[in-house]
């Protein structure tokens, strides 16, 4: 009888040790599971939304699906799938990286990646490309290849992080896709 009480003891201690009692969350953990998406993104800004310096760039909009904050910094993003050189997205201010629960952040594609850590260089062609998110290990976290566009008409998931896309007359940056 003793033997079968350290024998209990044994397999409760294994069943604890192999649980996963990290609650950290980054890019590589929500990431692969598909919670964090490039949700919508405009290639031919002309009079749509405009960055903090009044220029109507290219943006792309990221959602975050998880129950937990991503931060992206350290993520690279590109307009070529087979970038060898993507942009990566500082890790100096986490306040604007981090993307909430449920929430969205705008990336400006404007090659003028001075102007903030949110401004990717790279920049859309309104004729067609691609849109690639990677991840800290240039693994393809997300990407969308799209056709020509129309200027201030917006392509993105028809629901927020969902697989079919769509064409928006009335773009929705920073909010929910419909």
């Not at 009044?54 to 959602?63: A, K």
């Amino acid at each position: 009888m003793k033997w079968l009480t350290y024998l209990l003891v044994a397999l409760v201690s294994m069943a604890f040790i192999a649980c996963d009692t990290d609650d950290t969350t980054g890019p590589e953990d929500d990431v692969l599971t598909g919670t964090l998406v490039i949700n919508e993104f405009l290639a031919s800004n002309d009079a749509g939304l405009a960055d903090e310096n009044g220029d109507f760039d290219d943006w792309v909009e990221l959602y975050n699906g998880s129950a937990d904050a991503i931060d992206i910094g350290g993520m690279f993003f590109s307009d070529d799938v087979e970038d060898a050189e993507p942009h990566m997205i500082p890790t100096t201010d986490a306040t604007a990286t981090t993307i909430a629960s449920g929430a969205y952040l705008i990336l400006w594609f404007d090659k003028e990646a001075d102007q903030g850590v949110l401004h990717v260089h790279a920049k859309l062609s309104g004729d067609g490309e691609a849109v690639v998110m990677f991840n800290a290990d240039m693994t393809i976290l997300d990407s969308y290849t799209y056709d020509a566009q129309d200027a201030d008409i917006s392509m993105g998931r028809t629901t927020d992080g969902g697989d079919t896309w769509g064409l928006f007359t009335t773009p929705t940056p920073g909010a929910t896709n419909e």
